[in-house]
């Protein structure tokens, strides 16, 4: 099991430019969340998704900020434009929602951006 | 809402030194609780679960007793090893309804063991 993949590792831009996280979630899971992680907000939920639908979105900072999942096996979150507060750790994680009691969320590795 | 209280970090202790972090939690109905570990340079991982009161969850040598009637999931460890340094996310979850799945995270503690 490859387990969540997420890519970029690391990204590194200016501000202005814009920004494509990707994040390939364990296959067969059907919850999907994208996470931002700082030194002073500590870890944020941006946005859910329950096969390949948004959820809830209310953790997405502002409009500069939006996700997608066109299938089951993909996701992406876009920063258009960035900001050098943007910079952060941001991680994705997924479940299967196959049983009850809740089984835990598998996070990918993160990729780390640096907007300067 | 939900949420999730961890004691103040960072805390630092010495080999062989007996762990504790605190964990209190607010949430409607039955939530299951947590306890995930981020290693440096890493993403999180469950370290730890309970789903109901009175259950204990326990790995690597860690354990967390489910305490409904003070509503806690204080995480201990009686002999902490260098390679336990981290930081340590208590977390809970509603089962069911529309927050189906959704992690509600205390703050994260720093844990540094020295040798």
């Known amino acids: 099991d490859a387990g969540v993949i997420q890519s970029p590792r690391h990204e590194v831009t200016e501000m202005g430019q814009e920004v494509t996280l990707r994040c390939k979630p364990i296959?067969?899971?059907?919850?999907l969340f994208w996470y931002r992680q700082t030194m002073m907000r500590g870890l944020e939920l941006l946005i859910y998704f329950n096969n390949n639908v948004p959820i809830d979105d209310s953790g997405m900072p502002e409009d500069r900020f939006s996700a997608k999942m066109p299938n089951a096996s993909f996701s992406t979150l876009k920063i258009q434009p960035s900001e050098p507060r943007d910079s952060a750790v941001y991680f994705c994680a997924s479940i299967l929602s196959d049983s009850i009691p809740l089984n835990e969320q598998f996070f990918g590795p993160g990729t780390r951006l640096t907007v300067l | 809402g939900n949420s999730v209280t961890q004691m103040e970090g960072p805390v630092t202790l010495s080999e062989e030194a007996f762990l504790t972090i605190n964990c209190t939690y607010t949430?409607?109905?039955?939530?299951?609780l947590f306890w995930y570990v981020q290693y440096p340079g890493e993403g999180l991982q469950l370290l730890l679960k309970a789903t109901k009161a009175d259950d204990k969850g326990s790995n690597k040598g860690f354990e967390a007793t489910y305490r409904k009637e003070t509503t806690s999931f204080h995480l201990e460890k009686g002999s902490v090893q260098v390679s336990d340094s981290a930081v340590y996310f208590c977390?809970?979850?509603?089962?069911?309804?529309?927050?189906?799945?959704?992690?509600?995270f205390g703050q994260g503690t720093i844990l540094t063991v020295h040798p």
């Open positions: 949430a409607t109905g039955y939530p299951s």
């Open positions: 977390a809970l979850a509603n089962a069911g309804g529309t927050s189906y799945g959704k992690l509600t």
């Open positions: 296959s067969g899971h059907d919850y």
